[in-house]
């Protein structure tokens, strides 16, 4: 059979649900796995961060230059974490054949501290089921780059039995830092995976490191493994060197990651914040949500804690509509890169309660103003609720059958700060 059709029953082996931007060279790859596709690359691996939260795996297949949308969030999952398996299949153009430019998306391993396998033909079911395993053993997503020739060659049907795992998130009681910290370890625990382990179940002769360790025929795993002598020049010319086997590790783990216990304190909203009410109000109902990055993102500590994960800005309401059921947003960070994730969610008719704190402000990097997000979504048919409107707050903030965007509108007060509370 060719690449194309072994690789695509690959993943619906090891996979439970598919997201795809079609182009070349994967188009017939999407087909293939029957992927649902997506407004962006962005969206794709937002649902599927979703899923990973529910307990699906999920898969995610981007063309050329494709995984450049998807470089936020792919980042921010390494320290976050991430629960069932998530493995982004990246078609490289090596040849500029069908694109205006070439890339090599095996730097995306090095940029975001992910495993990045590459099968050739007789090792391509076994790379997908080792990549979902590395994904939840090391809490990320995990990379399959293949090539125009690889999908396009003749390859023998080969499989792997399904092993599912589990990941976790990051401790909730790491600061930011120390999840930071906690996930440059697993980095390191990647890297010792990628020299040897006793889960080898590769064969063939020994050209480059096995998926799960030990010698394999032509699955390389991104990063490489340490190289002495490579090393030593490295300190030698005082630069990284760019050959072969180029390798950032990170730095050597000092001292255990920095938890808010030993801080002493956590970040909370300020207040006189306007939002309390609502978040209460979600707390009080067991509501857990995906948050965004900025203010939103305080909901993850006390006092509320509804909260479960924030894969970067404009991240919540793809990773919510496939997960939590909650979105908890602001309106700078729906504006920011939320609003293709939303057309998204409507199209499907997704059930999302995607809520909206409205201040008008990027309220966690100094107060910039922001365009009214009614102008941009009144598409979305919003329901729009003033902050202290508390009666109207409990009507609206449940569970729906479908899409539901709230606007909860409120004003920041003056020369307002974040609260610290003792932890």
């Known amino acids: ?63 050329h230059v494709g995984l450049n949308a998807c470089a936020d969030p792919l980042v921010h999952a390494t320290a976050q974490g991430l629960r069932a398996g998530v493995v982004v299949v990246v078609g490289d153009d090596v040849r500029a054949v069908a694109s205006d430019v070439t890339q090599d998306s095996r730097y995306y391993g090095e940029i975001a501290r992910v495993p990045v396998l590459e099968p050739d033909g007789e090792t391509l079911a076994p790379a997908v089921e080792a990549a979902f395993e590395a994904s939840e053993t090391f809490s990320r997503v995990a990379i399959v780059r293949v090539t125009p020739d690889l999908l396009d060659a003749d390859v023998p049907e080969t499989s792997a039995s399904r092993s599912d795992r589990r990941g976790s998130l990051a401790d909730p009681g790491l600061t930011m830092a120390g999840r930071a910290q906690a996930s440059n370890r697993g980095t390191r625990a990647m890297f010792a995976w990628s020299r040897s382990s006793p889960l080898n179940r590769f064969s063939g002769d020994t050209v480059g490191t096995g998926p799960t360790g030990g010698a394999s025929r032509a699955v390389t795993v991104y990063p490489p493994p340490a190289d002495p002598e490579v090393l030593a020049r490295t300190r030698e010319i005082g630069r990284p060197f760019l050959g072969e086997h180029r390798l950032l590790a990170p730095p050597e783990p000092t001292g255990e990651p920095e938890r808010l216990s030993s801080r002493g304190y956590c970040r909370t909203f300020c207040r006189d914040c306007p939002f309390h009410p609502a978040l209460a109000i979600l707390r009080d109902r067991g509501m857990q949500a995906a948050c965004d990055a900025g203010c939103a993102i305080l909901a993850m500590n006390p006092p509320y804690r ?60 100094g107060g910039h103003p922001v365009p009214d997000i009614l102008r941009y979504i009144a598409w979305a048919d919003p329901v729009v609720c003033s902050a202290d409107d508390t009666a109207a707050l409990r009507r609206v903030l449940v569970p729906p059958p479908g899409p539901r965007t709230v606007v909860i509108e409120g004003t920041c007060p003056e020369a307002g700060h974040h609260e610290t509370l003792e932890y």
């Open 1 to 63: 059979m060719k690449g194309t059709e072994a690789l695509a029953l690959a993943l619906r082996r090891s996979a439970d649900r598919w997201y795809a931007v079609p182009g070349y060279p994967v188009s017939g790859l999407a087909a293939a796995t029957g992927a649902a596709i997506t407004t962006n690359e962005k969206v794709a691996l937002e649902y599927a961060l979703g899923d990973s939260l529910a307990g699906r795996r999920a898969a995610v297949v981007v063309k």
């Open 306 to 365: 509804i909260g479960i994960a924030s894969y970067g800005l404009g991240s919540s309401v793809a990773v919510a509509a496939t997960g939590t059921g909650v979105a908890l947003t602001g309106d700078y960070a729906l504006l920011h890169s939320g609003l293709n994730a939303l057309i998204d969610v409507y199209e499907r008719q997704l059930p999302l309660l995607c809520i909206v704190l409205a201040n008008n402000r990027m309220g966690m990097t």
